[in-house]
Nanobody
Framework: QVQLVESGGGLVQPGGSLRLDCATS????????IGWFRQVPGKEREGVSC????????YATDSVKGRFSIFRDSAKKTVYLQMNTLKPEDTAVYYC????????????????WGQGTQVTVSS
């Protein structure tokens, strides 16, 4: 059974940092890409960052470049999203999702999703 479980969300002040974890099981981790998406109520889900099976990294939005980083740990079958210099506009529910091999920025191309974790950036 494919599972993705996000953790690490919470409330943080502007300028602060959080690390989100996406723990996975039930599929060959090293053959799959893992992407992070976020969604604000009333808006479409948007891509944030993705790491392919060969560890190539893409960012879906320029707004997170230089602030967010993504990395994967094959031994723990976990992908991490390190978020620094957080801004109020980063507030959203963050989801991780998986698809074979490569990163494609179309949510419908991801085959399995986690349940999401809330990130709130506020003073």
């Amino acid at each position: 059974q494919v599972q993705l479980v996000e953790s690490g969300g919470g409330l943080v002040q502007p300028g602060g940092s959080l690390r989100l974890d996406c723990a996975t099981s039930g599929f060959p981790f090293d053959a799959y890409a893992i992407g992070w998406f976020r969604q604000v109520p009333g808006k479409e889900r948007e891509g944030v960052s993705c790491i392919a099976s060969d560890s190539r990294i893409t960012y879906a939005t320029d707004s997170v470049k230089g602030r967010f980083s993504i990395f994967r740990d094959s031994a723990k079958k976990t992908v991490y999203l390190q978020m620094n210099t957080l801004k109020p506009e980063d507030t959203a529910v963050y989801y991780c999702a998986t698809r074979p091999l490569t990163c494609i920025w179309a949510p419908g191309r991801f085959v399995s999703w986690g349940q999401g974790t809330q990130v709130t950036v506020s003073s």
